[in-house]
């Protein structure tokens, strides 16, 4: 079975370009979530899909991140225009069912990360 | 919001030797990982464990809810350890998203 993959791998682009993430979960998973990691923090949750339905977005820095899931499949997330602390690795997850399963949140498997670089 | 803390910091140890990593956590959980970031930046799943104990070959984890804490175990450390260890933990009545600590980082010397 694959595992969660992310594209691209780095992306090195200019402040106030327009990047877009790209992540495909493991096959028949509901669950997604986009989390990020900047310099020298720890990681944090942006947003979680269940489906093609945004469940949370708390996360989402601003406006300037755009993240959609077309047809509850791979999700894209965008940044435009970005700036220069949006640099960062970005990490997708995936798990398979939604809600609490007898009490507990299913285990979440990341993919490898997108490492942004904005110059 | 909740807190995760996991201590200690940093840690070198001898190949060879035994370790233990701890997280706490200020409230309730519904979900609580153990991650291996290794040299590639890479988050390795190791333990999905909100309760109990488990084991897989070197490394094992208990983790004590009502406690409020997870232990993670690494016997006979290896130079392939090395890294940076996460613990993350699902609040209870969120959706699921986890919340990080700022990790643990090993060094595992030959």
């Known amino acids: 079975e694959a595992g969660v993959t992310q594209f691209p791998s780095h992306s090195v682009i200019e402040k106030g370009q327009t990047v877009t993430l790209r992540c495909d979960p493991i096959s028949g998973h509901d669950n997604l979530y986009w989390y990020r990691r900047v310099m020298g923090k720890e990681i944090k949750f942006l947003l979680h899909f269940v489906k093609e339905s945004k469940q949370d977005e708390s996360g989402m820095p601003n406006n300037r991140f755009l993240a959609e899931r077309t047809g509850g499949t791979y999700s894209t997330l965008k940044v435009q225009p970005a700036e220069l602390e949006d640099s960062g690795v970005y990490f997708c997850a995936s798990s398979p069912i939604s809600g609490l399963a007898g009490g507990r949140y299913n285990e979440q498997f990341f993919g490898p990360g997108t490492r942004l670089t904005v110059l | 919001g909740i807190q995760v803390e996991q201590s200690p910091p940093d840690l070198i140890l001898q190949e060879g030797a035994n370790s233990t990593l701890r997280c706490n956590f200020s409230?309730?959980?519904?979900?609580l990982q153990w991650f291996h970031q290794n040299p590639w930046g890479q988050l390795i799943n190791l333990f999905y464990?909100?309760?109990g104990t488990k084991q897989n070959g070197r490394l094992s984890a208990t983790t004590v809810a009502t406690e409020r804490y997870s232990l993670l175990y690494i016997s006979s450390s290896q130079t392939t350890d090395s890294g940076v260890y996460f613990c993350?933990?699902?609040?209870?009545?969120?959706?699921?998203?986890?919340?990080f600590g700022k990790g643990t980082k090993l060094s595992v010397k030959p």
């Open positions: 464990i909100p309760s």
């Open positions: 993350a933990v699902s609040p209870g009545g969120s959706q699921g998203n986890l919340i």
């Open positions: 409230d309730s959980v519904n979900n």
